[in-house]
């Protein structure tokens, strides 16, 4: 299974652009790298998926370097609201069985500052 | 539905005692996860199903966990004889496919809340 890294917290004050790096060195060729956000006392929520470069929408950018061994999300100006926990999953299949899942590491908790 | 459905929101439940969990997916999602989080911590994995089919049952922590799914569509997480380390959040989640090689965008539910007392 491809690990990810990520760092535990950060902090941010409101109107900064916060980036969040993840470092996944075993993505295998074939894997997606996805971002999900979870507030408190909720499921999480898929924010951003992409494969290599640059991809971005309406919430957040997600930076792939060419070796893929890591990824960046950036959330442009967060507000207070973004306060939450940011998953970093990296697609993953058992070629022999065909199975399976989305792997959650501990997630990066956001602080957003007034 | 609109979404992941999950009930009961809330359970508690004495120590020893069964509990069901009870997941309704997104219709036409093949794919069915469920998690388990406990208070501060990440997301734990426990079983996938693709179908009715459980391909991945390795996350399941013990043998009082047991999951099934029917007509490709809701699925049931039994605890059987509960002790108070099961007291956690039990997320659901539902994808339209899971067999490839991309991640499809997984829509979880809010999750039921057991606390084993």
């Known amino acids: 299974l491809a690990k990810t890294t990520q760092p535990i917290s950060m902090d941010s004050y409101e109107g900064q652009e916060v980036n969040i790096t993840c470092s996944h060195n075993n993505i295998a060729t074939n894997d997606y790298i996805t971002w999900y956000q979870q507030f408190p006392s909720q499921g999480p929520r898929f924010i951003i998926q992409g494969y290599k470069t640059k991809v971005t929408n309406e919430v957040a950018s997600l930076f792939i370097p060419a070796d893929r061994k890591s990824s960046t999300l950036s959330l442009p100006r967060v507000s207070l609201s973004d306060t939450a926990v940011y998953y970093c999953?990296?697609?993953?299949?058992?070629?022999?069985?065909?199975?399976?899942?989305?792997?959650f590491g501990k997630g990066t908790k956001l602080s957003v500052i007034p | 539905g609109a979404g992941v459905s999950q009930s009961p929101s809330n359970k508690v439940t004495e120590k020893g005692k069964d509990v069901e969990l009870r997941c309704d997916p997104i219709?036409?999602?093949?794919?069915l996860y469920w998690y388990r989080q406990r208070l501060g911590q990440g997301l734990e994995f426990l079983i996938y199903f693709q179908g009715n089919s459980a391909p991945d049952k390795s996350g399941l922590p013990s043998d009082r966990f047991s999951a099934e799914r029917t007509g490709e569509s809701v699925s049931t997480l039994t605890i059987q004889r509960t002790q108070q380390e099961d007291s956690a959040v039990y997320l659901c989640?539902?994808?339209?496919?899971?067999?490839?090689?991309?991640?499809?965008?997984?829509?979880f539910g809010q999750g039921t809340r057991l606390t084993v007392v």
């Open positions: 999953l990296v697609g993953d299949r058992d070629s022999g069985a065909g199975s399976y899942q989305l792997t």
């Open positions: 989640a539902s994808s339209s496919t899971a067999l490839g090689t991309a991640i499809t965008e997984a829509f």
């Open positions: 219709s036409g999602h093949t794919a």
